[in-house]
């Protein structure tokens, strides 16, 4: 589905003719034969859920923040060992990030887990604002579902495969800090997705729903501004303030809103002014997320905020250095796999209430804040399952992003929050540590093992996503990372 750099809550908006035309040009038709070897991999998944619900609770509990995930990488590392997967530990430059995989051959289908939680939102699963006292953090964007219906799927699919008797290769990664950290780009920057066929992802929500939504891609970066220290009463003259270049930097890139395309998005904070006002600052600092709707728009409207930060040091006499913390590209839509996607959530279905979670749901909505006519009051049901439309343009960012572009990728969102739940919100996190995100987290599960088992079957539905792919990118596409050179930020959190 994050707002903040991360997640899949994204806000549609009306595609054009000419997408829909591809969108219908590229869908795959919807299977509603008997199929009972896809009930095979769903009986699969559905005996697995007491194993899902543990991983899924134990991260909970953990709330780890991103790069910081040892417990919690280590838990879902662990299910898949025990369960015969080879794993490869702290790849890419991150000691929680890895790789596991099982079976051999083609087609390469890859999964997608994370993990990682957000600071300062931690939460007692209780439908009321309840903070844990001591705790730092929370999984107030479901990680700790998304990762163990991950890794609950890869089992019954290496499980599938080796009772059907077919080729076919499930690859997990396990991707640390999404939340900020975007290990998926140094993943795919180092080249680890190249041999993958297709991916399937997925991303708690608030609804059962496969449309193949865009998001924005995002650079994120910190400028410090050094000047002279000074007595600010006695003698100004002599310093040079940083808080002013930090000031002016500001000034400047809000000027430069109405000179950027409408969709661009420019935030920032300040996160160092100074330490009393007496003192001119010697040292100040801004921190930047900048969105765009595509890569190159968004290269240039850096560049532009680089040139502002320089501009606002010369005018102030102090000298500025930045340094890109993160960047992600938008996600590359593919009509043809979501759809065997959606088909799969049809098969599956939603899920029921308890009497018990009808009323913790009722309740959270009673929570919500704001008015207007697209304000939520009802939880709604968690048995709907949402029409698949065309390709639409979202506001969120993710590094799932980086992997789209490399490989055929489709995304699902699952019923894991109450209906009109905000993800980052007390919530989101309080659901995620409960059985209504469980049971929305095995619906996830059963679909991206259905979906992986008809790709495995039909490799003229590979085949379709990888044309579509190939269409999307056009001629002479090159994957370069926003993030260029640098290693991982695993202080990211910190600074």
């Not at 896809?38 to 899902?52: N, Q, T, Y």
């Not at 579509?468 to 370069?480: L, Q």
Request: with cysteine.
């Amino acid at each position: 589905m994050k707002t903040l750099p991360v997640c899949f809550a994204l806000l549609p908006l009306i595609a054009g003719a000419a997408t829909a035309a591809l969108a219908q040009e590229a869908q795959v038709q919807v299977q509603s034969a008997p199929d009972p070897a896809g009930d095979a991999i769903v009986s699969g998944v559905a005996a697995l859920e007491p194993r899902l619900a543990g991983m899924a609770n134990d991260v909970w509990s953990w709330a780890e923040i991103g790069f910081k995930e040892t417990k919690s990488a280590g838990r879902l590392r662990g299910e898949l060992q025990q369960a015969g997967f080879r794993v490869r530990n702290g790849v890419a430059g991150m000691p929680t990030a890895f790789i596991a995989e099982a079976g051999s051959g083609g087609p390469v289908i890859a999964l997608l887990a994370e993990f990682d939680a957000l600071p300062g939102l931690a939460q007692a699963a209780v439908p009321a604002h309840s903070p844990i006292e001591g705790q730092a953090a929370g999984h107030a964007c479901g990680h700790n579902l998304l990762g163990a219906a991950s890794v609950t799927a890869a089992i019954a699919i290496k499980n599938w495969l080796a009772a059907q008797g077919l080729p076919g290769t499930v690859r997990l990664y396990g991707t640390p800090a999404e939340e900020g950290g975007f290990a998926k780009v140094y993943m795919v920057r180092d080249g680890l997705f190249n041999d993958v066929d297709v991916t399937l992802s997925w991303h708690p929500g608030d609804r059962n729903s496969t449309t193949p939504s865009r998001s924005l891609a995002m650079i994120s970066g910190k400028f410090t501004f050094t000047g002279v220290a000074s007595h600010a009463s006695v003698a100004p003259e002599r310093g040079r303030s940083a808080l002013d270049g930090v000031e002016v930097m500001n000034v400047a890139a809000n000027f430069l809103r109405e000179h950027v395309p409408q969709t661009t998005r420019i935030q920032y904070v300040i996160t160092r002014g100074g330490d009393q006002p007496n003192i001119v600052p010697a040292m100040a600092q801004n921190f930047y997320f900048v969105r765009s709707p595509d890569a190159a728009t968004l290269r240039d409207v850096w560049s532009r905020i680089v040139k502002a930060s320089e501009g606002a040091a010369l005018a102030t006499g102090t000298a500025v250095s930045h340094e890109v913390l993160s960047g992600a590209y938008d996600t590359l839509p593919n009509v043809a796999l979501n759809t065997v996607m959606h088909d799969s959530l049809a098969r599956v279905g939603g899920y029921a209430y308890t009497s018990d979670e009808a009323a913790y749901a009722a309740q959270i909505v009673t929570t919500y804040t704001g008015a207007g006519p697209g304000r939520v009051t009802s939880p709604g049901d968690p048995a709907a399952i949402e029409p698949m439309g065309p390709p639409r343009q979202g506001f969120a960012s993710s590094d799932v992003g980086d992997v789209s572009w490399v490989t055929p990728t489709a995304t699902l969102s699952t019923a894991t929050f109450v209906r009109g739940t905000s993800a980052h919100s007390w919530q989101a996190a309080a659901t995620s540590g409960t059985t209504i995100g469980v049971k929305g987290a095995l619906v996830a599960a059963k679909t991206i093992a259905l979906a992986a088992t008809r790709l495995y079957r039909d490799p003229a539905l590979i085949d379709a996503a990888r044309k579509e792919f190939a269409e999307r990118r056009g001629d002479g596409f090159a994957y370069t990372s926003l993030l260029g050179d640098r290693a991982p930020a695993l202080d990211y959190n910190e600074r």
